[in-house]
């Protein structure tokens, strides 16, 4: 469980780094914390940060989510983010969504996406709902490393 934990806050430090890179508009920064994340696990990347991400849709939306207010925070997202990150795909930002509400689409209904791309904007919608919260990333890092704690903890025979 401790590796767990020490890959958890490798991954959050990776977060905080891209995250921090996201509101400065600092391209450089950014692509180095995204290639540190886009190399560890998919798999840990997807949970710490799919946790992030659930739990500030979730404070910014209290009442619950609908079509319209996904759309809402993808567009803000794409629009305050494509003059400086160019590479960037609405579809990866459609899925990340989707997947930290728990949808997750069949592979024959989902676009093949890579990992590192996934890892590449998950930091993008965190810095654009984290805008919305004012709080700050530690607190949503450390509430997903503790949720994914508990989770595992449970699973263990």
């Not at 401790?2 to 958890?8: F, K």
């Not at 629009?79 to 069949?106: C, Q």
Request: glycine letters at 6%; one cysteine or more; proline letters at 6%.
């Amino acid at each position: 469980m401790d590796s767990g934990v020490a890959v958890g806050r490798v991954i959050g430090r990776a977060a905080q780094r891209s995250v921090a890179a996201v509101a400065a508009r600092d391209a450089e920064a950014y692509e180095g914390a995204a290639v540190e994340l886009a190399a560890r696990n998919p798999e840990q990347v997807g949970l710490v940060l799919g946790g992030v991400v659930r739990m500030l849709l979730e404070e910014v939306h209290p009442d619950g989510l609908d079509s319209d207010d996904l759309q809402v925070v993808l567009k803000r997202c794409a629009v305050d983010n494509i003059g400086w990150f160019p590479e960037l795909d609405p579809t990866v930002l459609v899925l990340l969504l989707t997947a930290a509400l728990g949808v997750h689409p069949s592979e024959e209904e989902a676009p093949r996406v890579e990992p590192a791309a996934m890892a590449r904007h998950a930091p993008l919608l965190v810095a654009d709902l984290l805008a919305v919260t004012r709080r700050p990333l530690a607190d949503y890092l450390d509430a997903s490393l503790a949720e994914i704690f508990v989770v595992q903890t449970n699973e263990l025979p």
